[in-house]
């Protein structure tokens, strides 16, 4: 099965700094999308990179595909305490597969320090 | 901006008992799914909807769920007889398109399920 699956599992840095989250999966996916989860709330969409696009940005955010690796970076710029949170990486199939459900990696935990 | 909003937030039940957990998508979507989260582990899939039928189910969800349209705007999840197994947050979430379209899926904030 295709699997999200992020690292590092926890990253803690200085407000400030850069954060980059890594997640690599296992087969052909469609889109490949980027999740937060405040502790205990729901999940916010934050940016989804289909499989022929190599990189986007929004905001402070960017998102990189490697498909030939099957991977998938998030880097956060200028990090904030805001940004503290759990974050996920979520993959569909490939078109024709007939499933349009995400499978989810464990995520990477953030902490933010002020 | 048009956000999945889920009721309850919070639901403690006796082992056995039935629980409606219900959800009101984005207005103009047309793809609703039901995920869940045990406390510490992945999100997991449970079932997809499309046109009033399930499009798609997983190993989980089996003859305790079901899932219903019964009106324009809700979308409910039930669960027949509950199980100690079956504590979790359960995430609804809708899209406009399914699959190549670029199918950004939208989440509520969750509904926690806790069987005692």
């Known amino acids: 099965s295709q699997q999200g699956e992020e690292d590092p599992q926890a990253l803690s840095i200085q407000e400030g700094e850069n954060a980059t989250m890594n997640c690599s999966y296992k087969t052909s996916i469609n889109n490949l999308q980027w999740y937060r989860q405040n502790s205990g709330r729901g999940l916010v969409h934050l940016i989804l990179i289909r499989s022929n696009e190599r990189e986007k940005h929004s905001g402070r955010l960017r998102v990189t595909l490697d498909t030939s690796k099957k991977s998938s970076s998030l880097l956060i710029t200028a990090s904030r305490a805001a940004d503290t949170a759990s974050y996920f990486c979520a993959t569909d199939a490939p078109p024709g597969a007939g499933s349009y459900q995400l499978t989810f990696g464990k995520g990477t935990k953030l902490s933010v320090i002020p | 901006e048009p956000e999945v909003t889920q009721t309850p937030s919070h639901q403690v039940t006796q082992m056995g008992q039935e629980v409606i957990l219900r959800c009101v998508p984005i207005s103009n979507h047309l793809y609703f799914y039901w995920y869940r989260q045990i406390l510490g582990q992945k999100v997991e899939f449970l079932v997809s909807?499309?046109?009033?039928?399930?499009?798609?189910k997983s190993e989980i969800f089996d003859d305790q769920f079901s899932v219903e349209r019964p009106d324009g705007s809700n979308f409910t999840l039930k669960i027949r007889s509950t199980k100690l197994e079956d504590s979790a947050m359960y995430f609804c979430a809708s899209s406009g398109t399914g699959g190549f379209f670029g199918n950004t899926i939208y989440f509520g904030e969750g509904s926690w399920l806790t069987v005692v």
């Open positions: 909807f499309y046109n009033n039928e399930i499009s798609e």
